[in-house]
Nanobody
Framework: QVQVVESGGGSVQAGGSLRLSCKVS????????MGWFRQAPGKEREGIAA?????SYADSAKGRFAISTDAPKRTLYLQMNSLKPEDTAMYYC?????????????????WGQGTQVTVSS
């Protein structure tokens, strides 16, 4: 049973930074795609960054966010810089055994419970 657990959310002022972490546990071996999604109140959940052999970013994340992994620790990170109030959302980590980075929600099987990020102006 694969479990995905996010951490690192919080409140920050505009222009600040946060680093989110996501631990994938369960099973004896992990290899597949991982990604970060976010959902603001009243909006659809959107993919913002994904990684496998390559990385993918939504336009809203390019130049400000960086996705990375620590494979031995089976941990995914999202470094978020120059945060804006419009980045306020619940952030979700997702994983799947399939290969190839993807920002599509339907490309992922395993999801975390989310971690809240709030950016004040």
């Amino acid at each position: 049973q694969v479990q995905v657990v996010e951490s690192g959310g919080g409140s920050v002022q505009a222009g600040g930074s946060l680093r989110l972490s996501c631990k994938v546990s369960g099973g004896t071996y992990w290899r597949g795609r991982m990604g970060w999604f976010r959902q603001a109140p009243g909006k659809e959940r959107e993919g913002i960054a994904a990684i496998d052999a390559a990385t993918s970013y939504a336009d809203s994340a390019k130049g400000r966010f960086a996705i990375s992994t620590d494979a031995p620790k089976r941990t995914l990170y999202l470094q978020m810089n120059s945060l804006k109030p419009e980045d306020t959302a619940m952030y979700y980590c997702a994983a799947d055994f399939s290969r190839g980075s993807s920002l599509r929600r339907d490309a992922y099987t395993f999801w975390g419970q989310g971690t809240q990020v709030t950016v004040s102006s």
